[in-house]
């Protein structure tokens, strides 16, 4: 019973055997076939992918769940290649006002400009700045500067008077329109307008360290030839020390003013003590112009 059992088992293992062997692949079939797909599979460089990804897009559940900001594009700034400009339209629409205000400003203060509005003022042609006026018996330059809020000076010059005599029926014409000074320490210049329009550019000296006092002041009192009361001591008109030179224009704030200079090479420099200085010859012309109770505005 032992031999014949053995036999059976050694039967049954070759059987199996038999079966595992016709199920096991050629060796030399299978190498051909994969020398075959050799041809066929990628190289390694063909699976690289290439640096300029092109960037995730946000979908609207990023936008909700995320907390991703949408981007917000005017149609206005797109570019012609479709790239949206970093300058929104207020920004570029800012721009261009600020460009056309520093166009505007540099038209008005031109020197063609400045000459013609300048002639303009002493035209004996009535305009919508000035009045004709019949002089009539009691009338003085003085009341009719007063009365209409320009100088004696200025009706002189317009007219032609070479005296302050006037007669009944004596035709006349006065600037009407308000003066107003602006001065900007920044350029060291003094910018005199008549009703808003730009008629005269002047160069001056402000403060030392830019101690000229910025802001809105008026002129309240009017002196030719001043004597400078300066500390410790009085120096009279004509004085080689007196720095006031021929004419003085006082603010409303005290000890500040448009006046002279024995200084003429600091015109165009920070050199006072915070006073306005101008040229003598040019400051008698403006001092000529400008009423009391003229607004000065002083910037940096």
């Given at each position: ?26 060796k ?16 390694e ?10 960037a ?17 594009v ?64 009691g ?27 006037l ?11 308000p003066?107003?000074?602006k ?15 730009a ?57 500040y ?11 165009g ?7 306005i ?23 940096g």
């Open positions: 019973m032992a031999v014949t059992g053995f036999a059976a088992e050694n039967a049954a293992q070759e059987a199996t055997d038999k079966t595992l062997a016709g199920l096991e692949p050629n030399s079939s299978a190498a051909a076939e994969v020398k075959r797909a050799d041809k066929d599979v990628f190289k460089d063909d699976f690289l992918v290439s640096e300029n990804k092109p995730p897009i946000a979908t609207v559940s990023d936008v909700e769940t995320k907390g991703i900001e949408a981007p917000t005017n149609a206005e700034t797109i570019q012609p290649d479709g790239v949206a400009s970093k300058l929104s339209s207020g920004t570029l629409a800012e721009k261009g006002s600020k460009a056309l205000k520093k166009s505007e400003i540099s038209s008005e203060l031109s020197p063609a400009g400045l000459q013609k509005r300048w002639k303009k003022l002493f035209s004996k042609e009535i305009d919508a700045d000035s009045i004709a006026y019949t002089v009539k018996p009338d003085s330059l003085y009341v009719l500067a007063r009365k209409n809020h320009t100088t004696v000076d200025f009706i002189k010059k317009i007219n032609g008077l070479k005296s302050d005599n007669y009944p029926r004596m035709k006349l014409k006065i600037h009407t329109a003066f107003s000074i001065i900007d320490k920044s350029k060291n210049v003094l910018i005199l307008y008549s009703n808003g329009e008629v005269k550019k002047y160069s001056v000296a402000t403060g030392k360290k830019n101690c000229t006092p910025e802001g809105e002041f008026k002129i309240t009192d009017k002196l030719i030839s001043p004597t400078w009361f300066k500390t410790g001591a009085i120096l009279p008109p004509g004085s080689p020390e007196n720095a006031l030179g021929t004419r003085w224009m006082g603010f409303d704030k005290p000890s003013g448009i006046h002279g200079t024995i200084e003429p090479k600091s015109i420099t920070q050199a006072s003590e915070g006073c200085r101008m040229l003598n010859e040019e400051v008698e012309e403006l001092y000529s112009l400008v009423p009391v109770g003229t607004k000065v505005t002083i910037q």
